[in-house]
């Protein structure tokens, strides 16, 4: 079996590496997987790159020229919405043509038009797509906030500066609604969340929807001795260490100024907190000028960009804090479980699928900076008592990469009307009985 794994990136962002932990996963377990880009980052053989750099740039950019046109040249909301109305040429790569199996990931910013998307739908193959946030279910914004348009029919979008029945959102929206409507598509959400938003939408309401959360390494993701992890980044071994973090932590969606008004919040409650906590960022930033108001003692990191750092650094923490917005999945929250630290999140998206409230974590009432303060505090006391072991095995028994990767062979089995084999699971080293769809 030959599946083609589609994404604009092969490391950058989160879409990113779920996709490429895929890729390897489905290797792994005797799948010929190979991940289609348009920028490549690794020397990896079965990773590909789409299109000619100058392609791939005048892609990019034509894209946001045309919404910044549209947004009377104002920068706002620039990157909140895609349009896809330019892309790579794909349908044409010996890739694409060998593959039993395409499965589309995050693919916007000038990887694949709308016209190349109908190509894909109308080449006579299975078509997954696993979604990481809503652009699939809107006709252009990647979260659709409190809008519920998209269950109806875009128009009047809140990203655009001249709203209206007919504006850029609602033309995209029809294009969307021709494309998917008779398109052999599979959707995979990766929560139970988005698996929602999916139904609730009138683009892919009438799609069958399977939910397969991301996948993670346990063997990279693992316990640390928290003293030596410390020291390894030069933090402090005598306090309580709160971590932070994301590709981007000045991303509006992420709620770094929540996180700071819950931690004010936290010692206004317990005064006694402030000369024992260190709050450790990780990330890209803009300006450093946004750290100004953190009001406990601080390190930044910058961007983590090896796997081993990032697992020693969920191992040197007490806690994770997530004060996003929404969330299609939360990988930093497993992460951070797999290494035995424990995570506190605002409830309402994603993040409800891997935290069992005070079991392995807490959540926090929906955008309440006094319950993320108290979720802090909890993880502080009664939370540092969780066992590390059993955080990580919540991991393992969930989303390790054998699970995963064998929930996603028996999809694509069941749309290729393939039964497994007592061959294939010997390859991949799981054993099973015969199974038919």
């Known amino acids: 079996m030959r599946v083609l794994i589609i994404n604009t990136s092969e490391q950058t962002g989160g879409a990113a590496i779920a996709a490429g932990r895929l890729t390897e996963a489905l290797r792994a377990s005797g799948v010929e997987a190979e991940m289609l880009v348009m ?9 590909l790159e789409a299109g000619t750099p100058l392609r791939r740039k005048a892609a990019f950019l034509l894209e946001r020229l045309v919404i910044w046109t549209a947004n009377l040249f104002s920068r706002k909301d620039l990157f909140k919405v895609s349009i896809a109305n330019t892309g790579q040429h794909i349908t044409s790569l010996p890739a694409f043509r060998q593959a039993d199996i395409i499965h589309l990931h995050w693919i916007n910013q000038g990887m694949l038009s709308l016209r190349e998307i109908d190509r894909i739908m109308q080449a006579g193959k299975p078509v997954v797509w696993t979604l990481h946030d809503m652009w699939e279910c809107t006709a252009i914004c990647h979260h659709a906030y409190q809008c519920r348009r998209y269950e109806t029919q875009c128009h009047h979008c809140p990203f655009l500066r001249l709203p209206g029945r007919n504006d850029l959102a609602a033309r995209v929206f029809r294009q969307k609604e021709r494309i998917f409507s008779h398109a052999p598509l599979h959707v995979v959400t990766v929560s139970q969340w988005l698996r929602q938003k999916v139904e609730q939408s009138a683009l892919l309401g009438n799609k069958p929807v399977t939910v397969i959360p991301n996948t993670l390494s346990t063997t990279e993701f693992t ?16 306090k309580q260490i709160i971590l932070f973090g994301a ?4 991303d509006p969606i992420k709620g770094f100024p929540l996180l700071l008004k819950s931690l004010q919040q936290l010692l206004r409650m317990h005064p006694e907190t402030g000369s024992r906590l260190h709050l450790v960022l990780f990330g890209g930033l803009k300006s450093r000028d946004r750290l100004r108001d953190v009001p406990v003692s601080y390190t930044y990191l910058g961007t983590v960009r ?8 969920y191992g ?4 994770l804090v997530s004060a996003s ?10 992460e951070a479980q797999a290494c035995g630290c424990v995570p506190v999140a605002f409830g309402g998206s994603g993040q409800q699928d891997i935290i069992s409230h005070k079991a392995n974590g807490y959540l926090a009432d929906y955008l309440s900076t006094r319950s993320l303060a108290e979720g802090i505090y909890w993880a502080m006391t009664e939370g540092a008592h969780l066992s590390r072991q ?17 929930s996603y062979r028996e999809l694509y089995r069941s749309l290729l009307h393939r039964p497994e084999t007592h061959e294939e699971d010997a390859e991949s080293g799981i054993v099973q009985p015969t199974k038919s769809h």
């Open 39 to 47: 920028h490549k980052s690794s020397q990896k053989p079965y990773v």
């Open 223 to 238: 316990l640390h001795e928290a003293a030596a992890a410390r020291r390894a980044f030069g933090l402090p071994v005598d």
């Open 247 to 250: 590709a981007r932590i000045d």
């Open 306 to 313: 090896q796997t081993a750092d990032l697992s020693r650094l």
């Open 316 to 319: 040197a923490a007490d806690v």
């Open 325 to 334: 917005y929404y969330e299609t999945f939360g990988q930093t929250l497993i």
């Open 390 to 406: 059993a955080l990580r095995q919540t991991v393992v028994s969930r989303y390790a990469t054998p699970v995963v990767a064998q």
